[in-house]
């Protein structure tokens, strides 16, 4: 019994941990992300990490989602940024 308390609040444990090190989760359909940016492209609505981790951001509901090449977005603070809580692509609609 206690080998088996033992295990499952183990799991718990290293799940939660890897949890925590999430930079993108979802609330109400919607993924949000965190980061921190510097202004550079002035304000920005939406963005999420790319899968080749890049941010990518739009200006513009709707708009195009455009890939942050120059590197103004990061996972870490840095000199001159705030941290941000941002909006990113809508869900994927279901077709049946």
Not at 1 to 8: E, G, I, T, V, Y
Not at 33 to 55: L, Q
Not at 80 to 96: K, L, Q, T, V
Request: hydrophobic content about 30%.
């Amino acid at each position: 019994m206690k080998q088996h308390l033992f295990s499952a609040l183990a799991l718990v444990l290293a799940t939660s941990g890897l949890a925590a090190c999430a930079t993108g989760y979802y609330g109400g359909g919607y993924s949000y992300y965190d980061g921190y940016y510097d202004d550079y492209y002035g304000p920005v609505s939406y963005g999420y990490w790319g899968p080749d981790d890049y941010f990518y951001y739009s200006s513009v509901v709707g708009g195009p989602y455009i890939r942050d090449d120059a590197r103004h977005f990061h996972r870490a603070t840095f000199q001159g940024a705030h941290r941000f809580h941002m909006r990113g692509r809508p869900p994927a609609h279901r077709h049946m």
